[in-house]
């Protein structure tokens, strides 16, 4: 974990504060309860706070660990390709990002509630994407590695779907998330774009 700190210390503690909210969280509903995000109050300019705070809060113990794990795999190498302060902006940004749609969605249903680090988690998967397109991922429960930019067509392809049908899940949050990542990528780095096509460029 030192070693991790050393190399990129901004995802280092946002994994750490995250994890500590989350479990804090679990056994205090008063804190749960505040810091999710309710698109109702927000829309009427209420509790701004939680675009926030409803990423450093999950509903359970899978959903923590799952977000986590993600987190895990591509954060620290993505602060060492995009720098320290660059990665801080890019997680910051994408959590409050990623929400707008389902603001937009539920902004008069008054009983809808959404938390979870998943629209910035994300974001860091698809601005890795960009400096690492052909590294192989695999989609769970399929024990198939497939290049990591036909995971992301296909990531972006399942969520505009899944967002259409009702579910407990934040579809909508997925897709404008890894969205929002390449974006701010690209405005951070703009070489990034050049890289990527020579990457993919080297396929054919």
């Known amino acids: ?41 927000v829309n009427r300019g209420k509790h701004l706070y939680t675009l926030i705070t409803s990423g ?11 977000n986590m794990l993600s987190y895990y795999f591509f954060a620290f190498s993505l602060e060492t390709f995009i720098g320290h302060w660059q990665f801080g902006v890019l997680y910051v940004a994408s959590l409050a990002l ?13 009983y809808y509630h959404s938390l979870g680090a998943s629209g910035a988690v994300s974001a860091v998967v698809f601005s890795f994407i960009l400096y690492q397109p052909l590294t192989s991922m695999m989609i769970f429960p399929l024990p198939i590695p ?33 969205i929002t990542g390449v974006v701010i990528t690209v405005i951070l780095h703009p070489d990034v774009v050049p890289y990527f096509i020579h990457q993919l460029a080297t396929v054919f």
Not at 147 to 160: E, H, R
């Open 56 to 66: 450093l809060i999950h509903a359970d113990w899978g959903h923590l660990f799952m």
């Open 98 to 110: 990623s929400d707008v749609t389902t603001i937009l969605k539920h902004k008069d249903n008054y």
């Open 146 to 178: 497939i290049p990591a930019v036909l995971f992301g067509i296909l990531y972006l392809v399942y969520s505009a779907y899944a967002s259409r049908h009702s579910s407990y899940i934040n579809h909508d949050a997925h897709f404008l998330g890894a």
């Open 1 to 41: 974990m030192q070693q991790l700190f050393n190399e990129a210390p901004v995802a280092s503690i946002i994994f750490l504060f995250t994890i500590i909210t989350s479990l804090y969280a679990f056994y205090n509903h008063n804190v749960h309860g505040k810091f999710m995000l309710h698109p109702y109050s």
